[in-house]
Every structure is written in structure tokens, then in C-alpha cells.
């Protein structure tokens, strides 16, 4: 291990500019001549726009604009797009009504962009922004994912029928039939996975520039995808063709998954700094970013598991009804479907699984991925039904886990629902997990709790689940309208520093350190030598962002890809400068030797000779400055067990998590102190998740937790101390041997918790978020 | 926030006055309701006064059996004041226990109680110690000061100077804290003193109240035991999507026994 190299926990180079306040984020930024937007949201959940009059508006103090969906639609601006397409079970594609970037002649949740105000200052934008008169008639609104399809509910969009977006099943139905018919159990549940506002700390925003001389558009977001939104927005929405518009992602405060997105605000913003000619400058308040962010989860579901005597899981039903939201966010059709479904088998052998996933609209904010994406919903319903069948077999939960598990010799393993999972040991998580949380104990604890009027309990979560998203053949075998592999350029500068131009995204992974760490161990270049450079379409080759826990196992194979072709360079450049067969040239620790020699160059002193080739291989190029692109071969399957223990209080319902031990299979780490910070930030969120956040909008599709008055979020005294350990196994299909990890902890954590709280009250199941008065109630109803 | 005109108040009288001139004028103590409501355009007052220079609103006093305490005074005054500490620790740790750390360097006990959240701490405390609220005009008994959600007895040109607490035999506060806000879902004050129990209970209902009931029991019988036999009101109970009236009324008994419990 080179010293600062992989495995080591290197502090974070990012830290230094974010601590002393000195990080640059797009509201920290400020142009000459820059406007302010202030944007003109739906107060209706469901509404016709019988007309806008702005002319109040444009001649209150300061304003520049104002402008409206017919002024977007005049400019040839198209409509937001969705880029999954998912075939319905009528064999169409999934139905798409138009997504305008300000409303056109409808509004469909509450804070739909309706027009933007543009002036001299903010205070002018808002004074005006609530001087723009909309005519509306509201019309009843659909909130119930539950119900949103049943006969006679509201309409929504004309395109889509019984507010459906599509009906995707999946699997044998009949061999799931017959399977269940001959079962010796059938264990059931109905459950619930709860909305959820992704709430990263920094609110998204926009700062437009345009330079009429160069006719380019600059347009500083807060994406974790810069190019795949200059693409979108070029190529589907017409805003400017691709070489002359600039995104650029500078530090981001989280994104989460809300941050992915092609939003409304950021298009319109891209198109009016042209329009006015000005800078316009946009950002979002913590009340948008709850009304208007892609939300996250909404599923009902209904889940069965087929039994043989001896708790073998024969077959697996599961139907689902999936909240998209008003309109399709980008890569909101993917979610319910290709990210839950395939994950349905869990860590287990369960031979045949057939799902039903009807996707709905609402009058709702759009939902689309957040941390998890899919993968949460399916590990939350298979890790509960399973604990629902240990029950309804007398088993315990980890021996009917062992019973089912796949076994560690048997991968590369094939699921019936498409998966192929890479490398997994899930019986030495489990057992390790179990010593780790002193599952043992448990019984001789949970006594003692009594003495004090308490209730303990413990559960459980074997979770798998499918990241490093992902191979470019399999995706758009799906209907994915991209690739997603990702780019890598390592340059070496004359004086022998390198800059790393990575395709993906850092908004709090660390990746300018752990991308480092990759190439001082492969190229020996020091550390503080280094320096990793992303977010910026104009420095940086086209790459797929960050997102799906992807960076690292992508985004890191492309980096080492680019350092491979650099150390074949460097081995004939070093060949010719020592006057030896390229075959005799070793690299170790940064520099090429001739084999059994001490006669050596290193690595720098190569770059200073590729850039000042004056004795130089006859035929090779100048230059120290290697890019590749990488598509990975599959998904990568991090898996592990989580185990909570909770403590609950009777009388008042609350729920304290005394224990939550962790251990996980992320493969090799390339820095332990950053893995574990994504297990301890993953767990917290799945901590929210599961006790505390849920995403309410009562019958009129107002929406009522609408910031941190109502929406609660953990906070230090809400989480425990983690135990978190790790048992890794090597995916055979990624050359760095990692696999993601940044989601992990929000995927295994809510069914552990919960698993605890229905074992601490001996009741069946509890719906998220277990808050205070539900744990009651429940605690009332099994006494 | 929409324009407003700022006034810095030198003395109560200066405060009054420009009261009385302002079209739509709004006393700010510690802002932290004030404030975020601004923000939010929910509120827009054509003048703030801010008292937060009148000398004669700070301070925390004893005399005798008695803490008087400046309407200026903020919660982290009042919790870490040892006069507080020794003489009615319960009100001490009710301060300590107001939002975070932030809200406590700012907001006042004036405030708090001028304001009359219905999920407010203080209101509790006041209506269970039995203390005396001291405006500029008069001086308000607890039980006639707090009158309807967010209603109070004072006028709209009348200052809460300071509020003077008689010390209990024995005293405790109980809060179920709402996860989000961290307001009181409920909060009951129970006071012992020389003169009977007294509970003030908060959060339960639209504004802050005697619990009646409460005190019947606990003057029979001084004990958590004693609370569970006590009826709530179920349909007096708010209800929102944190807690049900018919959890709330439960909490109520839940938390007067705690209170009890802690007063030992």
C-alpha cells in the first residue's frame, strides 16, 4: 500500500476550503449585472389557467421580466423529458404527458412553476412575483397513490387514463400461481413505503450567463450530472446546441439523488439570462426545495411468499402501486420498476418471482430517485415479509435467512429477475453482524429493559442491492435513453503534477481525495500532487455524473484505465531514456526501472521528457495525457447485514435505538474513514426513513409538512453510536475489486428498525415512519 | 421579508410611543418567532420596535420568596441563573430546554409569553407557579393573562416589564417534545406549594390551561398514581399529524405523572 494509497484514510483534501468557509457554491457566486428570479408557483394542486396577467407585475419597481409558459413555448423551448422509457403491459410505452417548464393552460401540484419574475433584486422579484395575476379554476385533486387509479378519481393528464403511467409486470405468473397453490405456508403483508423530501442541505439554484459575442450560455447548477444536463437541455429542449452551452457544478451541498434532475428552474433560468441579455440569477429557499424537488419512495404494496416446511421460500408475489407525481422527472419511470423489481430476490434463493407495478400520477410533486432509488423499497418489503414468514414458521429471523441464503460458492449468481449478482458471502456477514451487535445478550438486555418498563427488541436486514450503475447494453436494453459508463483523463503537467478530469460528481462523497488515493497508489505521484477536477463541461471530457453509487466503481475503473495506458507510455518513453528493451521496464512506486537494476527514472522525469521530447522514441507522440472510458461489464451488489436493536417505551411510543451494528461487503475500500462516513450518513437516513420523515399532502394536495416545523429529520440525538464492520468478498467484474457504497446504509437500515420494533411490541407490522403515536397505538392494540 | 421601518426603543416610554405612531407596529423581543414569520411574508408590520436597548427589562431580582425576571431576559439566562438554579430549579431547567442553543441566546421570557404559542414552555410555568406578569400599565395574576390561541389580556400599547415567580415547595416539567419542531406536544408544569398543587399544562390544547382535574386528584393524593385515574378531556385535545387529541390526552396524564414523579 503506497503511503496516502488505497486502503488508507486519508483526511479529506475537500475539507480544508469547506471548513474555513471558503467552499464556492452557486449562490456564493456573483456577476456584474445580475438579476434576480423569483418564481410564480401553483397555490392549486389541480387547476386550469384560465389566463395570466403580468402587466402589473412587469411595471412594479425593478423588474427586468417577466415571463410566462407561452414565451418559452414562442423560443421553441421544449418540455421537460423523461429519458426511461418502460413498455406497459399493453405493450405501448409507458404514457408521458408533456412536462412544460412553466405551466401551459394547467397547473398539477402545488408549487408547479407558473412564470418567473426577473429583476434588479430579489425583494423587487418577490414584490412582483405576488403581483402576477393567474385566473384559476381548481379542479379536485388525486393525492392517494393507493387510490389514484380506482374508477372515478380526478383526471390528470388526458394522455395518461385512470392517471395511469404504466402497468409493468414482470415474471411467470402462472408458475408463481402453481408455486403458491402447493405451498406450505403462504405469509402476506401489506405495507407501505413513505414519501420521503431527499433534503440536502444546500437548496438547489441556477446563475444563467450569456455572452452575446460568443453566443454562449453558462449556466451554474447545482447537478450532480453537468453533462448529461447540457445534453438534455440541448438536445430535447432546445436551449442551445451542445458546443455553446457551459454547465457548470461547483461545490454542490448534497445532492441525495434530488439533484440529478433536469428541473424547470434550471432551464427556464438557462433561457432567460439570453432573453434579457443579463445575468439571472435563482436560488431556491428551503420552502421550494420541499414543494418542488423530486421526492422520493411512495410505494403500496401488497407482498406474498410461498413456503415450503422447512421455511424454503418457493415464489414470491409482489404488487405495487408507485407514486410518480404530477409529471415524469427525468429517470422517475426507472425507479418502481428496474430498481425494485430486480431486486426482489434479495440476498435468497427464491426461484420464481412475479410483480405487478402500476405507476401512477397524482397531484403531487414529481417523484424520482432518492438515496436508494428503488432499491430501498425492494429491500424494505422482501426483508419485512421475510421476518412475516419466520414468524409464521416458528423460525428465528437469521435461521430462516441461513435456510435461503445464496450460498457464497454459488456466484456469480443468477436471479430471476434479471440480476446477475457479481460475488456475495451473505452467511459471514450474518454471523459476524450477529457477535458484532452481541445478538446473544440480546435476551438477558431485553429483561433488564422490562425491569424498567421497557420494551426491547431486535431485527434484522440482510439487504443486496444493484449499484455502480451501470452497463450501457443492459440499460438501454431496459429503455434507457443513455449509457452509463464513464470517463477518466489523468494529464500530467510538465513539472510532473497531475490533474485527474473525472466524468462523475462530488457533492460530499470526498472523491477528490479517494480518486487521488486511486492514483498515487497506481502511479506513485504524491498526494498533495494531485488534484481532481470535476463539474465543469468546459474543462472536463463528457462523463455520466453521480448518482446510484457509481463513482467509485465506474468512474474509478476509468481513472485506472487512463493511469494503465500512461504507465505503457511511460514504460517506452523510459526504455529509450535508459537505453533498454521496453520488456525489461518495471513500474513500482512511481518509477520505471530496468529489471534487476537500480537504474531508473521516475514518473515525472518521464512527463518532463514526453513534453520536452528531445531524445525521444522515434514514432511515439509527445505528450503525458491518457483518457478512457469505461462501461462496466455489470451492476456491482454491495450486501451485508444491519442489525437494531430499539428500546420503546410503552406509554409514550418512543422509539430509542440503543444498538446498530453493521456490517457490509463493499468489496476492497479505498479510504475506510470515507466508507464508513457513507455507512453512518446511509444509516442515518434510514433512520429518518423509518421513525421519523414522511412526505404528507392532505386530501386537497396541499402539502402539510412543509418544512422542519413539520418534516423531521434525525438529528445527533436521534441516532446511536454505529458498530460497523465489514466482510468483503471480490467482484469478479470490476478491475479495482470495489463496489459502491454511498446508498448502502439507507437500503438496509428501515427494515432492521423495524424488524426491532415489531419484535419489541410482538405485533406483525408497523407502517414508516414509526412515530411516537403509531409505536402507541400498536403497543395499545397487541396488550 | 417586506419593508419595514426599524425603531431601537431607549426606554419603555420611547417604546410606547412609537407604538402608538406606528400604522401597523410590532414589538420585537427576541425575534425568534417574529423574525422567521417575516421571512416567510407571512407577517408585515409597517414598524418594528425593537426592545432590546431598554435597560429596564433585563435582569433577574429576588426578594423573599420571590424571583422577578426581566421580560428581556433570555432562556439561556434563565437557565443559567443560579438564583433561578436554587429557587425554582424546575424553571431553571423548563429555559435549558426551549429549542437549541441558538434560540436560547435570543428568546425571551417577554416574548415567549406575549406571543402565546400554544405550544409555548413558559405559558405552563407562569399558569402552575401562579406568578404575576408586570406590564408598563398594571400587573396581570397567571390565570387572567393567557386568554385565547396566541391572545393575551395585554393591549396593544402595553409592555411586559417582568414576571414574578413565588418559589413551590416542589416543582417539575414534563415535554413531549414534536420530533420536528421540538415544540411541546405537551408539556405539564406540576407546583407544590404552601396553598395546594397547581398544573399548568400546555401543547394539549389551544392555549395554555389549568389542569383542573389534575390538581383535584394530586391535592387528594400527591402521586403519579394518582394522575391515571384523572379523565382528559379528549375533545378539548389539538389535533394535528403529530398527535391525535386522543394521544394527546394520554400524554397529558403521562407527563403530569412524570412530573410528579421528579418533584419528589
Known amino acids: ?783 | 421579508m417586506y419593508e419595514f421601518s426599524y425603531h431601537k426603543a431607549g426606554s419603555v416610554a420611547d417604546a410606547v410611543e412609537a407604538m402608538n405612531k406606528a400604522e401597523d407596529g410590532k414589538f420585537v423581543a427576541g425575534g425568534q418567532t417574529m423574525l422567521p414569520t417575516m421571512k416567510h411574508r407571512l407577517a408585515s408590520p409597517s414598524d418594528v420596535i425593537d426592545l432590546g436597548g431598554i435597560a429596564e427589562l433585563s435582569g433577574i431580582t429576588v426578594e423573599g420568596n420571590t424571583v422577578t425576571i426581566g421580560a428581556m431576559s433570555t432562556h439561556a439566562d434563565v437557565a443559567a441563573s443560579t438564583d433561578v438554579q436554587a429557587m425554582i430549579p424546575a424553571l431553571a431547567k423548563l429555559a435549558g430546554g426551549i429549542g437549541d442553543p441558538a434560540v436560547r441566546n435570543r428568546g425571551t421570557l417577554g416574548g415567549s409569553i406575549a406571543n402565546n404559542d400554544p405550544a409555548a414552555d413558559y405559558p405552563a410555568a407562569v399558569i402552575a407557579l401562579g406568578a404575576t406578569v408586570k406590564t408598563n400599565k398594571r400587573e396581570i395574576a397567571a390565570d387572567d393573562f393567557f386568554t385565547g390561541m396566541f391572545e393575551t389580556a395585554l393591549a396593544e400599547d402595553e409592555l411586559i416589564t417582568a414576571v414574578s415567580f413565588p418559589t413551590a415547595e416542589s416543582a417539575a416539567y414534563m415535554k413531549f417534545e414534536n420530533p420536528a419542531s421540538r415544540y411541546a406536544i405537551v408539556g405539564v408544569f406540576v407546583a407544590k406549594t404552601g396553598a395546594g398543587v397547581r398544573v399548568g399544562v400546555t401543547g394539549a390544547t389551544p392555549c395554555a390551561h389549568r389542569g383542573m382535574r389534575l390538581e383535584e386528584a394530586l391535592n387528594n393524593d400527591f402521586s403519579g398514581a394518582a394522575c391515571e385515574g384523572v379523565e382528559i378531556p379528549v375533545a378539548k385535545m389539538n389535533t394535528d399529524i403529530h398527535a391525535s387529541a386522543e394521544y394527546r390526552a394520554h400524554l397529558v396524564k403521562v407527563m403530569a405523572k412524570r412530573a410528579v414523579v421528579a418533584c419528589a
Open chain 1, 1 to 783: 500500500m503506497a503511503e496516502n494509497g488505497i486502503g488508507a484514510s486519508v483526511r479529506r483534501k475537500e475539507d480544508k476550503r469547506f471548513l474555513i468557509g471558503k467552499g464556492n457554491y452557486t449562490d456564493d457566486i456573483n456577476v456584474a449585472g445580475q438579476t434576480y428570479a423569483s418564481f410564480v408557483r401553483s397555490p392549486h394542486a389541480h387547476a386550469t389557467i384560465n389566463g395570466i396577467d403580468t402587466s402589473v407585475a412587469k411595471a412594479s419597481a425593478g423588474v427586468v421580466a417577466v415571463f410566462t409558459g407561452d414565451d418559452l413555448a414562442a423560443d421553441g423551448i421544449g418540455p421537460l423529458i423523461c429519458g426511461v422509457t418502460v413498455t406497459s403491459d399493453d405493450g405501448e410505452p409507458h404514457r408521458a404527458p408533456a412536462h412544460p417548464a412553466l405551466a401551459q393552460g394547467k397547473v398539477n401540484y402545488v408549487g408547479d412553476h407558473v412564470a418567473i419574475v426577473i429583476a434588479e433584486t430579489l425583494a423587487q422579484a418577490k414584490d412582483a412575483a405576488e403581483k402576477v395575476d393567474v385566473d384559476y379554476t381548481a379542479l379536485p385533486a388525486v393525492t392517494e397513490t393507493g387510490t389514484a387509479a380506482d374508477a372515478g378519481q380526478p383526471q390528470i393528464h388526458d394522455l395518461a387514463p385512470n392517471n395511469m403511467c404504466y402497468n409493468w409486470p414482470f415474471g411467470d405468473k402462472d408458475a408463481v400461481e402453481a408455486a403458491f397453490a402447493s405451498a406450505h405456508k403462504v405469509s402476506s403483508l401489506d405495507l407501505v413505503n413513505n414519501r420521503m423530501v431527499t433534503n440536502p442541505m444546500e437548496p438547489r439554484a441556477a446563475l444563467g450567463e450569456y455572452n452575446s459575442g460568443t453566443e454562449e450560455i453558462t449556466l451554474h447548477l447545482t447537478t450532480q450530472n453537468p453533462h448529461v444536463h447540457r445534453l438534455v437541455m440541448s438536445a430535447f429542449n432546445q436551449l442551445a446546441p451542445e458546443h455553446k452551452l457551459r454547465i457548470v457544478s461547483p461545490d454542490v451541498g448534497g445532492g441525495f439523488g434530488a439533484k440529478i434532475f433536469v428541473y424547470a428552474e434550471e432551464l427556464v433560468v438557462g433561457w432567460a439570462c439570453r432573453k434579457v441579455n443579463r445575468p439571472v440569477k435563482w436560488t431556491g429557499d428551503r420552502t421550494e426545495a420541499f414543494l418542488a424537488d423530486a421526492h422520493g419512495r411512495d410505494h403500496v404494496t401488497t407482498a406474498e411468499m410461498a413456503l415450503d416446511e422447512n421455511g424454503k421460500f418457493l415464489a414470491m408475489r409482489v404488487m405495487t402501486k408507485a407514486n410518480l407525481g404530477a409529471y415524469l422527472s427525468t429517470f422517475s419511470t426507472m425507479v418502481p420498476s428496474y430498481l425494485y423489481v430486480f431486486l426482489l430476490a434479495g440476498q435468497y434463493t427464491t426461484p420464481l418471482i412475479y410483480s405487478e407495478v402500476k405507476a401512477v400520477f397524482t397531484n403531487t410533486a414529481p417523484v424520482d430517485a432518492s438515496r436508494g432509488a428503488g432499491r430501498p423499497e425492494a429491500t424494505y418489503l422482501v426483508e419485512r415479509l421475510v421476518d412475516v414468514a419466520a414468524a409464521d414458521m416458528g423460525l428465528e429471523p437469521a435461521e430462516i435467512r441461513r435456510r435461503n441464503f445464496i450460498a457464497q460458492d454459488a456466484f456469480p449468481y443468477q436471479t430471476p429477475v434479471v440480476q446477475c449478482y457479481d460475488s456475495g458471502d451473505y452467511e459471514t456477514a450474518l454471523d459476524k453482524a450477529l457477535v458484532l451487535a452481541d445478538h446473544d445478550g440480546f435476551a438477558a438486555r431485553a429483561e433488564e429493559a422490562k425491569s424498567r418498563g421497557l420494551l426491547r427488541g431486535i431485527g434484522l436486514s440482510s439487504y443486496v442491492e444493484a449499484c455502480g450503475i451501470a452497463p450501457s447494453a443492459a440499460v438501454g436494453q431496459l429503455g434507457a435513453g443513455v449509457g452509463l459508463w464513464e470517463s477518466a483523463q489523468v494529464r500530467f503537467n510538465p513539472t510532473g503534477n497531475v490533474q485527474v478530469f473525472t466524468g462523475t460528481h462530488s457533492h460530499g462523497q470526498g472523491h477528490e481525495t479517494t480518486f487521488a488515493q486511486l492514483v498515487t497508489e497506481q502511479l506513485g505521484v504524491p498526494i498533495e500532487n494531485i488534484e481532481v477536477i470535476h463539474g465543469d463541461t468546459a474543462k472536463t471530457q463528457f462523463g455520466m455524473g453521480t448518482y446510484g453509487s457509481r463513482s467509485l466503481a465506474v468512474g474509478g475503473v476509468a481513472i485506472a484505465k487512463a493511469c494503465e495506458k500512461l504507465i505503457n507510455k511511460g514504460k517506452k518513453i523510459a526504455a529509450h531514456a535508459l537505453e533498454a528493451a521496453e520488456g525489461d521496464i518495471e513500474f513500482t512506486d512511481g518509477n520505471f526501472t530496468i529489471a534487476g537494476t537500480d537504474k531508473g527514472m521516475n514518473i515525472a522525469e518521464v512527463a518532463f521528457n514526453a513534453y520536452v521530447p528531445h531524445s525521444y522514441p522515434e514514432g511515439l507522440e509527445p505528450g503525458f495525457d491518457e483518457n478512457a472510458f469505461f462501461d462496466p461489464l455489470n451492476f456491482s451488489f454491495p450486501a451485508g447485514t444491519h442489525i437494531c436493536e430499539v428500546e420503546v417505551d410503552p406509554e409514550t411510543g418512543v422509539v430509542d435505538i440503543v444498538r446498530y451494528s453493521a456490517v457490509d461487503d463493499f468489496g476492497r475500500l479505498i479510504n475506510p474513514m470515507i466508507v464508513e462516513g457513507q455507512v453512518h450518513g446511509g444509516i442515518a437516513h434510514g433512520i429518518g426513513q423509518a421513525l421519523m420523515e414522511g412526505c404528507r399532502y392532505d386530501s386537497e394536495g396541499q402539502l402539510i409538512t412543509a418544512s422542519y416545523m413539520d418534516y423531521a429529520m434525525p438529528r445527533a440525538d436521534n441516532v446511536p453510536n454505529f458498530d460497523v464492520d465489514y466482510a468483503p468478498t471480490d467482484p469478479p467484474d470490476n478491475p479495482l475489486g470495489v463496489k459502491g457504497c454511498g446508498e448502502a446504509g439507507a437500503i438496509g437500515a428501515p427494515p432492521a428498525i423495524i424488524n426491532a420494533i415489531t419484535n419489541a411490541l410482538g405485533v406483525k407490522h408497523i407502517d414508516m415512519p414509526a412515530t411516537p403515536e403509531n409505536v402507541w397505538r400498536a403497543a395499545q392494540s397487541a396488550a
